[in-house]
Each structure stands twice: as C-alpha cells, then as structure tokens.
C-alpha cells in the first residue's frame, strides 16, 4: 500500500510495506512495480522512497538508483499503513489479514530454512538407532533358541556358529530323526556349505540330545521363524539406510561409510549440527565420558571416539592412530559441511576426499609426500561440474524422449482425419470424370446424328421408294449407339450412365422425327 505527501521542501515521500525478499535481492516483480509507480527522474520535484528495511532499500538503491530512507517517519508511517491497512484495500477484513500475514510468515520462513524432503536427517537418526536395537534383538533371540533347540540337538550350535544361518536349520529340521539323505540338498542352500551340510546329517544320526514332544518343536518352530524375519528385515533396513545416507549425505557416507557417518550425525543431533562442529569435536564425538574423566584427572585425553570405528584407524599403525584420526575428523568436517550447505549434490568431494585420507597414510607408512589440498580440491570442482552438465544433458534427453513420445501419441490420433479427406478427394475426383463423360457423351452423340444423316442421304439416293430399310436403320442406330458407348466400371458413376443414356434416347428421337417429316415431303412431292 502506497501513498504520497507532499512537504514545504517540495519533496514527495513514497512510503511502502515492501518485504524482504530472499538474499535482500530485488525481484523483477517489485522492481517492475516500483519503475511503473515511482515518478520518472529529471522533473523538478525530489524523490525519496521510504522502506522498511536498510537492507532492501540498499538494494534499491544500487539496482535502481533511486534515493532511499528507513529511519525519522518512515517506521511510524509504515507502522500506521500496518495498523490501518484493511482502509486502504477494498474487501480486506481483519481476518483475513490475520490469514495474509501468517501465510506471508510461513513462506518467508520456508524461504530462509530451505527445507527439503529429500534431504530430511530425521530418518537417517531413527533408521540407525533401530539398527542397534535389532542387532541387540536379534543376538539375543538367537542365544535363547540356541539354548532351547540345543536340548534336542545340542551338536547343531557346535558346527553352525552364525545366528541367522542356526535359525534357519532349526526351523527345517524341527525333529532331528526326520533327516535323511534326501535332506542334505536344501541343507546345502541353507548353510551354503556342502561339508557343513554333511556333518549337520552325521551329527544328527549319533546325537546325544533328548527327545521333545510336537507342542515343544512347534514352539521353537514359531521362534525361530520371527527371528529369521527380524534379520531380513535388519538387511532391508540396512539397505534404506545406505539409500538415505547416499541422499542426504553422499560424500560423508563415502568418505567414512554409510553405518559410521549415520552414527555422527545421530549423536550430534543433525547433519547442520555437525556441519557446525570443529574437527577435534567430531574427533572426539562418542568418547565424552573418556574426555571427562580425563579432563578431571588429568590423564591423557581420548584420541578418537566414534570414527575408530572406520576402516583407516583399523589399518594404521599403533603410533600413526592418533595423527591418522586428526586428519580424518578434519576430511570429515568438510565432507559434513558440503553436505549440508551444497544444493546440488555429487559423491566427488567425498571420494577425493577419501583418496587424501588414504595418501596421508600411505605418507606414515613409506614416506611418499601427498598432494597438495588446493590441488585436489581443483581437481573435484572440475569433475563436480562435469558431474552436474552430464547430469542436465541426461534430463534434457529424457524430457525431448517424453515430448516425443507425446507428439507420436498426437500423430496416432490425427490418421482419421486423414482418411476423411482422402475420402473428400475420391468424392471430387468422382465428380470431375462424371462431368468429363457426360461432355464425351454428348460428343459422341452428335457424331453419331451427323454421321447418320449422310448415310440417310445416300440411301435416299440408292432407295428412294423403299421406306422400310429406313425404318430399319434407324433400329440400327438405336442398337449401335449403346453399344459404342464405353462402359463404367466404377458404382460410383452408375447415374453418370443413366443420364447419358437418356441424352443418346433423345438425340436417337429427334432424328427419327426429322427422317419422318423428310419421307413425307419426299411422298408429298412424288
């Protein structure tokens, strides 16, 4: 809402509610706005828009260079348009202004968080903690039926150590009596092992266990059944997981694997917590109660927390671990940084970063001085670019394949329209010869009538009294001319023929008549 004031120093102030839009931009909507409103420069009259923020007018003022002001009655001004808004604009209710400024809020605020579906942490928080939990779940469960099973078949824990794969015999072969020869090839599938399969066969015809009744089996059978589903169920958790982590945070995930890069951004909380963290904090993430105690005995503090659990700290020696685990919280704090701050997101920060971490070590062991990291990083704004073009020219690619497959979709449904004016064509091609015979037709017809009276001449030269050879000539006309007249093959053009046959009757008729008052003369005269 805007308005102007005129003062005694002939200035106009144009006061106006403008909001800030994102990075203090000027969009091309306000600045359109304000270009079609504002007075055109070099009158005599000063300009001076007032805003009500420093930051946009700054803008304003660069982009358009118009003279700008937010302090002395610009706030009380701004104040008053606010109070008593719903005045100036026509049909604007209290209520709806409420609604307008919470709608306005909510958008600004989406504005600033940038919040994206595909990039919420949430998941990867939850999705590792329930990790955990299953593989605490499921380790017991396979000890408790390992101890249940174990008084039927007590050789079976002996020679399949693995849970999941023990879950799996015991639900098979229930009561151990029941194997046979013919058991020992699903045996094989279950252990993938064919020695193993043949020494669960062995053990089970000289076990030393006792017998159980069918409710028992049964029991352990249902038992056994939910810890096998638990543990797929763990694998296709674990699946998702990497899934997310590739999504949210792929160069932390390849830098420090999926299970350990989930584990720190649970324990800091979120991804821009741990953007936020310094590298001897993400160091040290994990190991706080070792930290304090330290602290307060003034003891060596921890050298490494959750990150020992990556495959670098494992691989370095016992004197390198310490300088290996700096270096990596340090690799770590990037890969997490351009994970939360980048838009478009590549794994090629991630694997230069992990080729860094793997040189560094390669230094402790042999001595072979690294790359430089202004190098490296050079090197992976390059790729990441290439990454981000290949990545456009594939999109462009599939949406010119989908608007083609629309354009064949549109020429599929245009062919009837086609055959309609294929049809129109065939209809006029039809017309015209119709009119073309009719006129050879009637030439023909006019032939066959001048042709006629100079025979009639020369009969009548030859045969003056004679009176019935006439007569019969002119039935031989009328049995000629049909004949000469060249047929149609085509349906289409059947009235074109009867219509050219009732112009040869009459020509045929006329002639006859004209023969006939000439006979009577000739008669008259004689």
Same mark, same amino acid.
């Given at each position: 809402?805007?308005?102007?004031e ?27 706005? $304000? ?32 003279s ?52 919420v %942490? ?14 605490k779940?499921?380790?017991?469960? #396979?000890m ?12 079976? #824990? ?21 194997? &046979? ?22 053990a ?16 352990i ?14 694998k296709? /958790?674990?699946?998702? /997981?990497? &899934?997310?982590?590739?999504?949210? #945070? ?35 993430l ?9 602290? @307060? ?8 927390? $959750? ?10 020696a ?18 997490s ?15 230069? $970063? ?18 430089k ?25 599939? %949406? ?7 354009v &064949? ?14 049809? @129109? ?19 023909? #017809? ?12 020369k ?16 039935e031989?006309?009328l ?12 349906? @289409?053009n059947l009235?074109?023929?009867d ?6 009757v ?9 023969? @006939? ?8 005269c004689?």
């Open positions: 809402c805007m308005f102007m005129e003062t005694h120093h002939m200035e106009t102030l144009i006061f106006g509610t403008l909001v800030l839009q994102k990075w203090c931009l000027l969009t091309e909507d306000l600045s359109a706005f $304000l270009e079609a409103n504002l007075p055109k420069p070099g009158k005599k009259k000063e300009i001076q828009l007032g805003v009500s923020d420093a930051k946009l007018g700054a803008v304003i003022n660069e982009q358009l260079g118009v700008v002001t937010h302090i002395g009655v610009v706030p009380e001004v701004v104040r008053g348009i606010r109070t008593h808004l719903n005045h100036f604009v026509k049909g604007l209710t209290p209520a709806s202004m409420k609604q307008t400024e919470l709608g306005l809020g909510h958008s600004y605020s989406r504005g600033k968080v940038k919040f994206n579906v595909n990039r %942490d949430n998941m990867i928080i939850q999705s590792i903690a329930l990790v955990d939990q299953l593989d779940d499921i380790n017991t469960f #396979a408790r039926i390992k101890e249940w099973y174990s008084y039927h078949f007590p050789e079976l #824990a002996k020679i399949v150590t693995d849970n999941y794969k023990f879950s799996l015999c015991a639900n098979y072969i229930r009561d151990r009596k029941t194997l &046979s020869e013919e058991s020992l090839e699903k045996l094989e599938e279950l252990v993938m092992d064919s020695e193993m399969a043949q020494a669960i066969l062995d089970s015809r000289m076990s030393m266990g006792m017998d159980i009744s069918p409710i028992d089996l049964m029991n059978e249902r038992f056994a059944k939910r810890v096998v589903a638990l543990s797929e169920y763990r296709q /958790l674990a699946e998702y /997981l990497r &899934s997310k982590m590739a999504s949210v #945070a792929p160069n932390l995930s390849v830098l420090i694997g999926e299970v350990v890069g989930a584990r720190l951004i649970s324990h800091a909380g979120s991804l821009t917590n741990l953007a936020k963290y310094p590298a001897s904090t993400v160091q040290i994990g190991a706080e109660k070792a930290l304090f105690r330290a602290i @307060k005995t003034r003891s060596n503090t921890p050298k490494y927390g $959750l990150i020992f659990h990556s495959t670098f700290i494992g691989r370095a016992t004197a390198n671990k310490g300088r290996i685990s700096r270096y990596l919280a340090n690799k770590c704090s990037i890969a940084r351009i994970d939360c701050f980048t838009e478009n997101l590549t794994s090629v920060f991630g694997e230069k $970063l992990r080729d860094q971490v793997e040189e560094r070590l390669k230094f402790y062991e042999t001595g072979d001085l690294p790359r990291n202004i190098d490296v990083m050079h090197e992976a704004m390059i790729e990441h670019n290439n990454v981000l073009e290949q990545g456009k020219e594939k999109k462009r690619k599939y %949406d010119s394949i989908v608007d083609g497959e629309a &064949s979709n549109e020429v599929t449904e245009e062919p009837p329209k086609k055959k309609k004016k294929k049809k @129109k064509k065939a209809v006029e091609e039809a017309t015209v010869d119709a009119v073309v015979n009719e006129e050879n037709a009637t030439e023909l #017809a006019e032939n066959y009538a001048v042709e006629k009276k100079k025979k009639k001449k009969k009548k030269a030859e045969n003056a009294e004679v009176e019935e050879p006439e007569v019969n000539g002119g031989e006309l049995e000629e001319v049909p004949a000469e007249v060249p047929k149609k093959k085509k349906k @289409k009235e074109v023929n219509e050219l046959e009732s112009v040869e009459a020509a045929v008729e006329t002639t006859k008549k004209k023969k @006939k008052k000439q006979q009577k003369q000739e008669l008259n004689h």
